[in-house]
């Protein structure tokens, strides 16, 4: 199958990003990706990790592109991507993980403070949220890299930007999710995990 959208990317961060899922997802079951791209993570995870089943998601015009990953790998644990735009309608099934990865610094703040605010209806009591990109710290950038991304992003919408690591904390943290891992990742990323509170 030709046409296939790819990102260089997804292909260098695939393997740090799984070395730590193995550990954080090895009791999980059901995962829903929010922002799955062109796929590519979709596929790698879930045939590395056949005992989950793997939910991929995005706005609609990704789908098609998702779909051609998801068929040219014919995996059983990977369902048909779902529509899914963060500000709009969101599945009435129940998951016990939530991953993301390279969205927080693209979505609007409110849609990012969205994202948060839906997790409560979509999890499952003892549900974790992983979520992999560029953060700031102390509304600080770590990297000299990190900052010129910012500048380029900014350059291309106004409302991105990477988020700063204590104001995504306090909107997991009011909907009910504490961090509970934190993992520095290469090209300046860090891969970072909550779990839901306990009544």
């Given at each position: 199958?030709?046409?296939?959208?790819?990102?260089?990317?997804?292909?260098?961060?695939?393997?740090?990003?799984?070395?730590?899922?193995r550990t954080?997802?090895?009791?999980r079951?059901?995962?829903?990706?929010?922002?799955?791209g062109?796929?590519?993570?979709?596929?790698?995870?879930?045939?590395?990790?056949?005992?989950?089943?793997?939910?991929?998601?995005?706005?609609?015009?990704?789908?098609?592109?998702?779909?051609?990953?998801l068929?040219?790998?014919?995996?059983?644990?990977?369902?048909?991507?779902?529509?899914?735009?963060?500000?709009?309608?969101?599945?009435?099934?129940?998951?016990?993980?939530?991953?993301?990865a390279?969205?927080?610094?693209?979505?609007?703040?409110?849609?990012?403070?969205?994202?948060?605010?839906?997790?409560?209806?979509?999890?499952?009591?003892?549900?974790?949220?992983?979520?992999?990109g560029?953060?700031n710290?102390?509304?600080?950038?770590?990297?000299?890299?990190?900052?010129?991304?910012?500048?380029?992003?900014?350059?291309?919408?106004?409302?991105?930007?990477?988020?700063?690591?204590?104001?995504?904390?306090?909107?997991a943290?009011?909907k009910?999710?504490d961090?509970?891992?934190?993992?520095a990742?290469?090209?300046?990323?860090?891969?970072r995990?909550?779990?839901?509170?306990?009544?």
């Amino acid at each position: 199958m030709t046409g296939k959208p790819y990102s260089p990317a997804s292909d260098r961060n695939r393997e740090p990003i799984l070395a730590i899922l193995r550990t954080w997802f090895a009791d999980r079951l059901h995962v829903l990706e929010i922002g799955s791209g062109t796929g590519q993570h979709a596929v790698h995870f879930a045939a590395a990790l056949p005992h989950l089943i793997w939910q991929s998601s995005d706005r609609a015009e990704n789908l098609p592109g998702i779909r051609q990953w998801l068929d040219e790998a014919g995996l059983s644990n990977t369902p048909p991507p779902l529509q899914l735009d963060v500000t709009g309608a969101w599945p009435a099934d129940r998951y016990d993980a939530i991953f993301s990865a390279n969205t927080l610094h693209i979505m609007a703040w409110p849609e990012v403070e969205r994202m948060f605010a839906a997790l409560p209806s979509v999890t499952s009591a003892d549900a974790c949220v992983a979520i992999y990109g560029p953060f700031n710290i102390d509304d600080r950038f770590t990297s000299e890299s990190n900052a010129a991304f910012d500048r380029d992003l900014k350059m291309r919408n106004a409302h991105m930007g990477i988020r700063d690591t204590a104001a995504v904390d306090a909107l997991a943290a009011d909907k009910g999710f504490d961090l509970i891992d934190d993992v520095a990742m290469p090209a300046n990323n860090r891969l970072r995990l909550w779990k839901r509170r306990q009544a």
